[in-house]
């Protein structure tokens, strides 16, 4: 897949593009029908898929306070829509003069000049433009001036409500990633570094990597099973801790998973962490001999939800 940072308006010369526009943070399954849409133009015209996405999230510049954490990093987003077969990832630098830009502006330069779009790819309820004063209605009017045509795409609902970033984020600050996982047609994952810890899980008999995160969105804090993607590209089940250790004085949160059946040094590695299921709540224990015993019962639950088939929600 083709990435461009559009950071001029030149033509980039792609057959036929078949544009479909949104931030796409977690590429959850409404994003994928968008996706899905625009290959379904682009490949009997012998077109181009091309994802348009803002980099950073609108909300960033124009109300920073407000601004949601994303699910996934601009690189963790590109290799999920090249999973699905597009053609190209286009990043458009939001910017003052973006935001300032009338509809009509972006529909001229980005869409029709810069990506020669051929059609354009939006869910029902798109915006646009300067203080988002455009419209579906008002795209379909200036693609036909423009020439290129519009499709938008109703919502997809999941339990009769409408999938959107917003509603994986509220799931998984309740720690529900089973349903997480159902928004998103995959499981949450994060990617992190392997850190230097305190080393007490190896003190226990549970070893434990310390994941410095790079995704600005983490599950609700507890234990987890999960599977973690060591450097040979296996996944290797795993309890994952997301908390604060209060057995032993709190302190930051971190995310710590003790890797099962594994022997190695993972220290300045790269591990990319899926959650399947939360095990139970963060709690504190009275001491090291009561935390070992749950660990040992954390690790036993983790085994049986592991071992369980994809098909069973996990």
């Known amino acids: ?23 796409f943070d977690g590429v959850h399954l409404g994003h994928q029908a968008l996706i899905e849409s625009a290959a379904r133009w682009a490949r009997p015209a012998g077109g181009r898929t091309v994802v348009l996405t803002l980099d950073p ?23 999920l829509v090249g999973a699905l077969g597009v053609d190209a990832l286009v990043v458009l630098p939001f910017t003052t003069e973006l935001a300032r830009r009338p509809a009509e502006e972006f529909a001229r330069l980005v869409l029709a000049q810069a990506l020669q779009a051929k059609r354009v790819v939006v869910g029902e309820g ?31 609902l999941y339990r009769g409500r409408p999938i959107s970033s917003s509603r994986v984020r509220e799931e998984l600050a309740r720690g529900e990633v089973a349903e997480a996982r159902a928004l998103l047609g995959r499981r949450f994952f994060i990617d992190g570094r392997v850190v230097e810890g305190e080393r007490r899980g190896r003190t226990l008999g549970f070893p434990t990597a310390n994941l410095e995160t790079l995704n600005e969105t983490v599950p609700l804090r507890g234990v987890y099973a999960a599977r973690c993607r060591v450097p040979s590209g296996d996944w290797v089940p795993a309890v994952v801790n997301i908390g604060r250790r209060p057995t032993f004085g709190g302190g930051a949160v971190s995310l710590e998973a003790h890797l099962l059946d594994f022997e ?27 935390l070992v015993a749950q660990i040992r019962e954390d690790v036993s639950r983790a085994r049986a939800v592991m071992a369980d088939p994809p098909g069973k929600g996990v």
């Open 126 to 156: 798109f915006r646009f433009g300067h203080q988002r004063g455009g419209d579906v209605k008002g795209l379909e009017t200036l693609g036909a001036a423009l020439g290129f045509g519009v499709e938008s795409v109703a919502p997809v």
């Open 1 to 23: 897949m083709e990435r461009v940072r559009l950071e001029s308006l030149v033509p980039q010369g792609w057959p036929s593009p078949a544009v479909t526009i949104g931030n």
């Open 264 to 290: 190695g040094d993972l220290y300045g590695v790269d591990l990319r962490t899926e959650f399947a299921a939360r095990l139970r709540e963060e709690r504190r224990f009275a001491g090291a001999e009561a």
């Open 57 to 79: 999230h609108p909300a960033r510049l124009l109300d920073p306070a407000r601004a949601p954490a994303t699910l996934t990093t601009l690189g963790q987003k590109a290799e």
